[in-house]
């Protein structure tokens, strides 16, 4: 089977990125605001699931999750995180899983994608047209999109006087490198540019930026050891990240797309 871009990394993923507490912080964060938009026993579709943390989480909720990634071994850490007491979550090679599969527990309430997992994604019109059959009328697409312009990153790599990792997401097509080399093809849409690859289904309800004032995952491990300056960035991010200009300057941004098109969902 040809292996994947986050097959290798998947085994150390929680350790670096998911359990480090900066990365806790954020989704605990999401994780409230995507509850918002959610009924009771809701139906979500997860698209990058990666090793299956939010998924497990909603289905702790009392939620049901159809989560899929394409890394075989992302989902193999993902299936080991299924205990019984995290309620229902089925798993899926995304790559494989043919339209009834995804269908089965469609209509779905949301779909929900976290920390860059869109960014992989080549056509996004196309997964917009995708998705937006197997989901209810005003049901909402939540994703959380790696932003081309991050002010910690800027501020970081001016002091190092880095002009390669300064410019490096300054284009909406790049190549990220993955901590075992690996070389992925990166996307980095425009508000605008998402906004209409998902206007003929969704308008655009909400964008909020994610980690502002928090340094990007390479940083995490020394600035949690400076707690007071952690805090501080908390802090900053919470008062000063819904401020433009830093509104436009997270590590992340989170978009909420409201479907608008009533054709019935495929059942
Ligand atoms: C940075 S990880 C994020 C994983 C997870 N969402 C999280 O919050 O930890 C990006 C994930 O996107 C997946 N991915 C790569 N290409 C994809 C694609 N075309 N469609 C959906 N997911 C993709 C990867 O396998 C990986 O698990």
Known sequence: MRKAAFDEVAPDYDDRFSNQPITQHLRHHLHAKATAYL????????????????????????????????????LQVARNRRAPDHGRFEIWNADAPPPQVLARYSPYDMVFSNFGAVNCISDLGAFANRIAPLMRPNAVVFIVVINRWCLSELILNLALMNR???????????????????????????????TSAFSPHFKLQKTAPIGVFVPPSELYQSYQKRPKLLRMAYWLDQRLGPVWPFSKLGDHSLFVFQRTDTRPAAT
């Open 39 to 74: 009924p009771p026993q809701a139906r979500i579709l997860e698209v990058g699931c990666g090793t299956g943390v939010d998924a497990a989480h909603f289905a702790a909720q009392g939620h049901f999750v159809m989560a899929t990634d394409p890394s075989s071994e992302m």
């Open 164 to 194: 390669k990792n300064l410019t490096r997401r300054w284009r909406k097509h790049t190549t990220a490198t993955l901590e075992d080399g690996t070389k992925l093809a990166l996307h980095l849409p425009s508000v605008n540019d998402l």
